[in-house]
């Protein structure tokens, strides 16, 4: 598996559009982060307020160019407007692994099909071009709604990490671990997936 850090990747179908997440996007992103902040609510690392979502998008492209992370920003190509972002992190190349996640949306575009062409177009490029053979997402076990979505894409959960992580509350929250193994995809889940989004 390999991931050409330098290469700006776009991903795209006739709903929606990936981009490299780059220093331009902050105006959009910014809007989400003073009018939406409990889009963050279950994440670990929260971006409510201008102050918080400058140095989430400093942090993300820093990622990026130490080679640990890679995040997109997500274009609703209906409105043409910034939806939101998700991004691929703890890569394993020698294990042909990575996690899918950082995923957040503004209010207007949940429920709308998009985060299904999204990880239709994700999955397909991690396993068929980018040679991954096992894909992992987590989320906090009080994120129902998340996790009946990453289910409905195919998905399956393996367990829960307990006591996983630290919220910016100062609590600590349970991490639900789902994965989709490249045999997966290639014997159903994709094609089930693809006609998902055909029926948005």
């Keep these: 598996m390999h991931i050409d ?3 700006d990747y776009i ?3 006739e709903r929606v559009r990936l981009e490299p997440l780059r220093q331009q996007h902050l105006a959009g992103m910014l809007s989400f982060a003073l009018n939406e902040p409990d889009l963050w609510q279950y ?8 102050t918080a979502m400058e140095q989430y998008l400093s942090d993300a492209l820093l990622a990026r160019a130490s080679q640990t992370q890679y995040a ?3 274009t609703d190509k209906r409105s043409g407007t910034l939806a939101g972002s998700t991004r691929f992190y703890d890569i394993h190349p020698e294990h042909h692994t ?3 996640g950082y ?3 503004g209010k207007a575009y949940q429920g709308t099909g998009l985060n299904t062409h999204c990880k239709y177009l994700l999955l397909r490029f991690a396993f068929e071009e980018l040679g991954a053979l096992r894909v992992e997402l987590m989320a906090d076990v009080r994120n129902l709604r998340s996790i009946a979505a990453m289910k409905k894409t195919g998905f399956v959960q393996e367990g829960i990490l307990r006591s996983h992580m630290c919220m910016p509350d100062g609590t600590r929250c349970d991490s639900a671990v789902l994965s989709m193994l490249k045999s997966e995809w290639q014997s159903g889940a994709g094609s089930r997936l693809e006609e998902q989004c055909y029926q948005h």
């Design 5 to 7: 850090f330098l290469a």
């Design 98 to 100: 990575l996690l899918l």
């Design 43 to 50: 994440s670990p690392r929260s971006a409510a307020g201008s």
């Design 72 to 74: 997109f920003a997500v």
């Design 11 to 13: 991903l795209e179908d």
């Design 103 to 105: 995923t957040w949306y």
